[in-house]
């Protein structure tokens, strides 16, 4: 009923910047929060930023001050500006509608595919 397709990610020497992007699409009525998750192996799955559709944001400690969060509400898109990336910041990041209505009513949390983000010192 709804997916959500991310890009962006990639190869990058520490101190350099990537944008991540992530599209829902499918059978959506509104949704609110969407965010944006990492996970290394061995490892569980922390929150790396969330944005409401009414535009607040949260942040990890750790990628304060360097990453951006950020939505398009009519293009049900969410973005992530990463600066001054650090090799710690190496990770598969998932985004994350975590409140979808669909257009039947119905509400769903969905996940991205992940998308490969490499940091090299």
């Known amino acids: 009923q709804v997916q959500l397709v991310g890009s962006g990610g990639g190869l990058v020497q520490a101190g350099g910047s990537l944008r991540l992007s992530c599209a829902a699409s499918g059978r959506i009525f509104s949704i609110d929060a969407m965010g944006w998750y990492r996970q290394t192996p061995g490892k569980q799955r922390e929150l790396v930023a969330t944005i409401t559709s009414g535009g607040r944001t949260t942040y990890a400690d750790s990628v304060k001050g360097r990453f951006t969060i950020s939505r398009d509400n009519a293009k049900n898109t969410v973005y992530l500006q990463m600066n001054s990336l650090k090799p710690e910041d190496t990770a598969v990041y998932y985004c994350?509608?975590?409140?979808?209505?669909?257009?039947?009513?119905?509400?769903?949390?969905?996940w991205g595919q992940g998308t490969l983000v490499t940091v090299s010192s």
């Open positions: 994350n509608a975590g409140t979808v209505v669909t257009s039947i009513g119905t509400y769903l949390e969905v």
